[in-house]
């Protein structure tokens, strides 16, 4: 992944100078300057989480320490909310808002900004991003609303959260893996660069890459490796014009792939021939080697 540029004016771009609406019965959080744009306090119970919100994940012992710090001093920035109906809705401090509710806090500080769906979801992103708060599935999910709801380009996404478009291509193109490789991002058991990794393996062999990593603990680089293999050895072992391969053969490789979890091969027919088992480093070697061998102990 691109190394992240600096933001520029960050939040200050997106964010105009907050003014404070009339809000009955609300308290003024003080001013160090003295001046008269200061946050609201606002009911808790009225202000809603935002479902465009980039960031799903909140670890729980973070939103506890949070917690107990907000008890301790209470919440020392204030949340950005804009109206929606009789309420609120979070743009940007969801973190800071479930804290306080553990915290039992009924009021929390706000500033009420007046945007558009497209400008909560991008002062959203911008602010996680600026933090790194986001894993590679939230962020990729964030940019897929701004190009699809939105039609921004992958070049203006980039240059709203200081990403060069590649990047942005790189973290939508996590879409296209399987749920599970997903989670295991969202997990950490994976990185970004693993899941470009298995983004290079042929659809039907990913989940076994998948499975190759994180059981065999595989750097990046050896992931690669791995994949340039496979890849290879798909295009090397291509249908070539001739005559059909027996289907009974073909569906005997398709079982004993998913049975030892590596690409597996016949050659010949059902009357004679042999098995090819394909194997990627030591590590593999061994596990194969222990598999075939287990019945004869």
Sequence with gaps: ????????????????????????????????????AAPLYIAIARVAPNPSQPRKHFAEAELSGLAA??????????????????????????????????????EIPSVVLDASDREAVEMALVENVQRADLNPVELAEAFRVLVESEGMTQEEVGRRVGLDRSSVANHLRILELGTEVQQDLIDQRLSLGHAKAILQAPKDQRRMVRDQIVR?????????????????????????????????????EDKLRKSVQTKVRIVGRRGRGRI?????????????????????R
């Design 216 to 252: 065999g603990g595989l750097s990046v680089r050896a992931a690669e490796e791995l994949c340039r293999k496979i890849g290879g050895s798909s295009v090397a072992s291509a249908p070539r014009s001739g005559p059909t391969r027996d289907v009974h053969v073909v569906d005997l």
């Design 276 to 296: 090819e088992l394909h194997y990627f480093g030591e590590a593999e070697l061994e596990r194969l080697s222990d598999l075939l061998l287990s019945g004869s």
């Design 1 to 36: 992944m691109a190394t992240r540029k600096a933001l520029g004016r960050g939040l200050s771009a997106l964010i105009p100078p907050p003014r404070v609406p009339s809000e009955p019965g609300s308290q003024q959080a003080a001013q160090p300057d003295g001046g008269s």
């Design 69 to 106: 710090s907000i008890r301790e001093q209470g919440v020392l920035q204030p949340v950005v909310v804009r109206r929606r109906g009789d309420g609120y809705e979070l743009i940007i401090g969801e973190r800071r808002w479930r804290a306080a509710q553990l915290a039992g806090m009924e």
